[in-house]
């Protein structure tokens, strides 16, 4: 079994910068790909960035692109989300998903097997 913790949401103004953590723990042994998802009140789960196994491979949506920046430090079982450039529209509960190694990297949250709790991102003058 495989536990996600989630850090580093609060409140920020437009324009400005925050820095997720997604700290795992637990059955670490195996390769994970890591996804970060948000879901805003009344909107759908969407994925925002993903990262493969070894970190080569990062995947974002457009809506962040250029904006945000996903990475890893597999020696500290942490995936990080450098978000820049926020705007109203990101505020959300933001989710870290995990799934073992498959040979390909998943986009999609039913694609997942574990799950953080989330962290409320806000963004408002």
């Known amino acids: 079994q495989l536990h996600l913790v989630e850090s580093g949401g609060g409140l920020v103004q437009p324009g400005g910068s925050l820095r997720l953590s997604c700290v795992a723990s637990g059955f670490t042994r195996r390769s994970y790909s890591i996804g970060w998802f948000r879901q805003a009140p009344g909107k759908e789960r969407e994925g925002v960035s993903f990262?493969?196994?070894?970190?080569?491979?990062?995947k974002y949506a457009d809506s962040v692109k250029g904006r945000f920046t996903i990475s890893r430090d597999s020696a500290k079982s942490t995936v990080y989300l450098q978000m820049n450039s926020l705007q109203p529209e990101d505020t959300a509960v933001y989710y870290c998903?995990?799934?073992?190694?498959?040979?390909?990297?998943?986009?999609?949250?039913?694609?997942?097997?574990?799950w953080g709790r989330g962290t409320q991102i806000t963004v408002s003058r």
């Open positions: 998903a995990a799934v073992p190694f498959r040979g390909y990297l998943p986009l999609t949250s039913t694609e997942y097997d574990y």
């Open positions: 990262i493969s196994t070894t970190g080569g491979l990062t």
